[in-house]
């Protein structure tokens, strides 16, 4: 059975916790391309247009769920791809598109992650920096796994760039003033005017110092 845009904004809306990530990843995939959902192929063309010689980079897909972003990667001849995600079942899913080496079950937030200092040449978080989900607190240790010169691609919809913060102050504060404290240096914004159901969304691209 379909499911159609009303039933898809229905499910989406009521997406808060791993409970409701565990009941609906058998259809999150139909949910998402029901709606257009953009965003994955915009950050695999920019990954590969960045990365495209070196197709063996050690990538994660941070907030991967069913791991729309890792089968677009793949797709342009990405080989070394890892995924992250708070919902086991949700990696179960994206397990079953046989493109990720390894999965690991976690939050993205303060909390430190399993994960070895200066791991991964990339680090992309595409649509997991949203309300009652991760926010900006999650960018210091987006930094500690990321190599000196690796990148951190984060895309979230226009209607969240002003939320979604920490301790007082937006995302885009929190994006600005790590780039003064030089963690990061942005490269790059790209708009995406159809992220999600017609919606507009943005790619930023960063470079860690």
């Given at each position: 059975?379909s499911i159609?845009?009303d039933?898809?904004?229905?499910?989406?809306?009521?997406?808060d916790?791993?409970?409701?990530?565990?009941?609906?990843?058998?259809?999150?995939?139909?949910?998402?391309?029901?709606l257009?959902?953009?965003?994955?192929s915009?950050?695999?063309?920019?990954v590969n247009?960045?990365?495209?010689?070196?197709?063996d980079?050690?990538?994660?897909?941070?907030?991967a769920?069913?791991?729309?972003v890792?089968?677009?990667?793949?797709d342009?001849g990405?080989?070394?791809?890892?995924?992250?995600?708070?919902?086991?079942?949700?990696?179960?899913?994206?397990n079953?598109?046989?493109?990720?080496?390894?999965?690991?079950c976690?939050l993205l937030?303060?909390?430190?992650?399993?994960i070895?200092?200066?791991?991964?040449?990339?680090?992309?978080?595409?649509g997991?920096?949203?309300?009652?989900?991760?926010?900006a607190?999650?960018?210091?240790?987006?930094f500690r796994?990321?190599?000196p010169?690796?990148?951190?691609?984060?895309?979230t919809?226009?209607?969240?760039?002003?939320g979604c913060?920490?301790?007082?102050?937006?995302?885009?504060?929190?994006m600005?003033i790590?780039?003064?404290?030089?963690?990061?240096?942005?490269?790059?914004?790209?708009?995406?005017?159809?992220y999600?159901?017609?919606?507009?969304?943005?790619?930023?691209?960063f470079?860690?110092?």
């Amino acid at each position: 059975m379909s499911i159609n845009k009303d039933e898809s904004w229905a499910v989406i809306k009521k997406l808060d916790t791993v409970k409701d990530y565990k009941e609906c990843a058998h259809v999150y995939d139909e949910i998402f391309d029901t709606l257009s959902y953009s965003a994955p192929s915009h950050v695999a063309r920019a990954v590969n247009e960045l990365l495209g010689n070196e197709k063996d980079a050690l990538i994660l897909d941070a907030g991967a769920g069913t791991g729309l972003v890792g089968k677009e990667l793949h797709d342009l001849g990405f080989t070394n791809l890892d995924a992250l995600d708070g919902s086991q079942e949700m990696l179960n899913i994206a397990n079953q598109k046989g493109v990720y080496k390894r999965t690991i079950c976690d939050l993205l937030g303060t909390n430190r992650l399993d994960i070895s200092n200066d791991t991964y040449s990339c680090v992309l978080v595409v649509g997991t920096i949203v309300p009652g989900h991760a926010n900006a607190s999650c960018l210091p240790e987006l930094f500690r796994i990321t190599k000196p010169g690796g990148l951190v691609v984060i895309t979230t919809r226009d209607v969240h760039v002003q939320g979604c913060g920490h301790a007082g102050k937006s995302l885009a504060e929190w994006m600005g003033i790590h780039e003064e404290n030089k963690l990061w240096r942005k490269m790059e914004t790209r708009r995406v005017e159809n992220y999600l159901d017609g919606h507009a969304g943005s790619i930023d691209i960063f470079q860690v110092v």
